[in-house]
C-alpha cells in the first residue's frame, strides 16, 4: 500500500496574483478546505497586507520566498512556519547566498523546503552533485519541480526512486502541465514513493489538476483515499472566485463529463454504467445526463422517457426518433426536455401540428416488425400513435 498523498495547493497563490480582496481570499480558502487542504504555497512578496486581518490557516500556508535572508526575515515576520526556498540549479549557483538564507531560517525555527525550479533539465547524479553543495541539514525537504514539463511518467518514476535512495531528506514533486502529463507525472511520483505533490483545482497556472490526482489515486492506483460528494460543485466555487469557469467537458468535475448520446453508447451505459463509466458520477456529485440529439438511438429515448415515468414502446420509440433527428438536424443541437415532451403530447395526438411524415411511420413499422421477427415481441402493440398511423394508411 502506499503512503497517503499529502497536497500542495497552488490555486490559493493564484488568487494572490489576481490581487483578490482579504475577503473574497477567505472565501476561496475556505472552499479549497471543504474540498482539502493539507498545505498551500504561497508567494510572500503578494501576502504584504493580507494576512494582520485575516483568520486563514497560516500553519498551512508556505512562504514562497528567494534564497535571501531578509526574505526569510520577512516571511517568518508575516506568520509562516515554513518557507519554500526557490532556486535554479546552475554552474554560476552562489551557494554561499542559499546556505546563509537556511541558516536565517533554522535559526528563525522555520521548516525549510528546497525548491528546485529546474531540476528536471538534469540528470539524477548533476542534481545530487548540485544538493550537496549546500548545507542539507538546514533543508527539511527537497521539492523537484518539473517547471518545463520535460519528464514523462516513465522518467518520473525512476528519477524519483533513485533520488528517495540518495538524499537523506524528504522529496516532493511538483509536475507542469505543458504537454499534458501532470497529472501522469504526479501519479507516478506517488508510485515512487513520493508522498507530497503539488496541484491546484481545476489545474489552473498549468498544474497538475487537483480533482484528476484524486480519483486517479483512488480508481487506478486502487487506494482508499476520502473524496467529498461535493467535489465538482465546490470546484465550481473555487474557479467562481477566481473569475472563471469550469469547461463542461473537464475530466472529472465538468458538467457533462456523464453525458451520453450515441444509441450505443446510451444502451451500454443504461445495462452496465462501468462500460463508459470508469467511476459512478454521484462519488464528485454530478448526474448521468442522457442527450437526445441526432446521433440518439430508440434506447435513449425510451430510457428519457421511462425517467419520466411515461414509458415508449418499440414501435413509439422508433417513430419519435425519427422526428427527434429531424428536429436536431434542423436546429443544429440537440433537443432540450420541453421539446421532447412538446413532440410527445403532438404526436401522441393531443396537440395539432403532429411532423411525422409517411417516411417515418414507415421506418418505425419496417423496425417494429423486424424486432418482433427477431426478439419475438409479438405481445408488444404500438398504441401511442396508432391512431394517427390508421389516418396516413
Not at 525537504?141 to 533513485?162: I, M, Q
Not at 465546490?234 to 469547461?247: D, M, T
Request: aromatic share 8%; glycine share 6%; with cysteine.
Amino acid at each position: 500500500m502506499l503512503k497517503p498523498p499529502i497536497f500542495v495547493d497552488q490555486t490559493i497563490n493564484q488568487g494572490l496574483k489576481q490581487n483578490l480582496i482579504a475577503d473574497k481570499l477567505a472565501e476561496l480558502v475556505r472552499f479549497i478546505s471543504e474540498i482539502r487542504l493539507d498545505y498551500a504555497d504561497i508567494s510572500v512578496a503578494n501576502w504584504q497586507g493580507i494576512s494582520r486581518n485575516s483568520v486563514l490557516p497560516m500553519e498551512k500556508f508556505r512562504g514562497v520566498i528567494e534564497p535571501c535572508c531578509q526574505q526569510v526575515i520577512l516571511a517568518s515576520n508575516l506568520g509562516f512556519r515554513t518557507v519554500n526556498m526557490v532556486v535554479f540549479c546552475r554552474r554560476d549557483l552562489n551557494s554561499h547566498a542559499i546556505e546563509m538564507a537556511l541558516a536565517t531560517a533554522k535559526t528563525l525555527g522555520l521548516s525549510v523546503v528546497l525548491q528546485i525550479r529546474n531540476a528536471s533539465e538534469f540528470a539524477v547524479q548533476a542534481l545530487i552533485g548540485f544538493v550537496k553543495q549546500v548545507n542539507l541539514a538546514h533543508v527539511d525537504t527537497v521539492l523537484y519541480c518539473d517547471e518545463g514539463s520535460l519528464l514523462d511518467p516513465f522518467v518520473t518514476y525512476k528519477t524519483l526512486t533513485e533520488l528517495k535512495e540518495k538524499l537523506s531528506v524528504d522529496l516532493e514533486f511538483c509536475a507542469h502541465n505543458n504537454r499534458g502529463l501532470a497529472t501522469a507525472n504526479t501519479l507516478a511520483a506517488l508510485k515512487a514513493g513520493v508522498c507530497k505533490v503539488s496541484a491546484a483545482v481545476a489545474g489552473i497556472d498549468s498544474f497538475a489538476a487537483f480533482e484528476e490526482i484524486l480519483l486517479a489515486y483512488k480508481f487506478l492506483l486502487n487506494q482508499p483515499i476520502e473524496i467529498t460528494k461535493k467535489l465538482a460543485q465546490l470546484s465550481k466555487e473555487v474557479l467562481g472566485c477566481l473569475g472563471r469557469e469550469v469547461p463542461m467537458n473537464k475530466p472529472i468535475i465538468g458538467s457533462n463529463v456523464f453525458a451520453h448520446e450515441s444509441g450505443i453508447h446510451v444502451d451500454g451505459v443504461i445495462k452496465n454504467p462501468d462500460l463508459y463509466e470508469p467511476f459512478s458520477p454521484e462519488i464528485v456529485g454530478l448526474s448521468r445526463k442522457l442527450v437526445i440529439g441526432k446521433h440518439s438511438g430508440t434506447a435513449s429515448l425510451k430510457a428519457k422517457f421511462r425517467s419520466w415515468n411515461m414509458p415508449l414502446n418499440d414501435f413509439d420509440a422508433a417513430l419519435l426518433l425519427g422526428i427527434v433527428r429531424k428536429k436536431a438536424i434542423s436546429q443544429r443541437s440537440s433537443l432540450n426536455d420541453c421539446q421532447l415532451i412538446d413532440l410527445y403530447y403532438e404526436m401522441s395526438g393531443q396537440l395539432q401540428g403532429f411532423e411525422a411524415g409517411g417516411d417515418e411511420i414507415c421506418r418505425a413499422e419496417k423496425k417494429y416488425t423486424l424486432s418482433i421477427q427477431r426478439y419475438g415481441m409479438a405481445n408488444k402493440r404500438p398504441v401511442l400513435f396508432s391512431q394517427r398511423r390508421k389516418s396516413l394508411q
